[in-house]
């Protein structure tokens, strides 16, 4: 199975990059997984909250199949325990899932035609957390859950 994580606009921290780049490498043990940027979208000032998450949500479709699994970190999005999560990613394997793309969105969250594109909406808490820090907690999270499905020493209960 292969796993895209699509994001918008560079990490601009180089503590964050170094984190992901960690999780990054450990992944590429268990899944065929890659992160793509979307640049940020021009003078984002002189738009609507309304039309940012449209025009940022048309440049995600741009990068998604018809046969694509989508899902959106949304923090409307259906909570896992870690564990469950892992039970999702195993029954995508088992079940003969080609691709998924995760899609985390901008700061205002994501435009109707990527929400009704979406199969599924994941929420990584209840709390809220810059776009930036949920990439580094997104791949540390998809790296556990494969290690729970190998049944390996990463994840204690």
């Known amino acids: 199975m292969k796993i895209k994580l699509l ?18 490498k450990r992944l ?3 899944t065929d997984f890659s992160i793509e940027v979307i640049p940020d979208i021009k003078n984002p000032a002189s738009l609507s909250e309304s039309q940012l998450k449209e025009m940022e949500s048309s440049q995600f479709l741009k990068k998604i199949d018809d046969r694509d699994w989508v899902v959106l970190l949304d923090e409307n999005g259906k909570q896992f325990t870690s564990e469950a999560f892992a039970g999702v990613l195993e029954k995508w394997m088992v079940g003969g899932t080609q691709k ?41 999270q998809l790296y556990r859950g494969f290690t729970i499905i190998r049944n390996e020493s990463y994840h204690h209960k």
């Not at 994001?7 to 990054?24: A, H």
């Not at 035609?113 to 820090?133: G, P």
């Open 100 to 140: 998924v793309v995760f899609i985390i969105g901008g700061a205002f969250g994501f435009g109707s035609d990527l929400v009704n594109r979406a199969n599924m909406k994941i929420a990584l808490s209840e709390m809220t957390f810059s776009h930036q820090m949920v990439r580094l907690i997104f791949v540390e």
């Open 28 to 30: 590429r043990h268990y």
């Open 7 to 24: 994001v918008i606009g560079k990490t601009s921290g180089s503590w964050l990059n170094e984190g992901i780049d960690i999780y990054v």
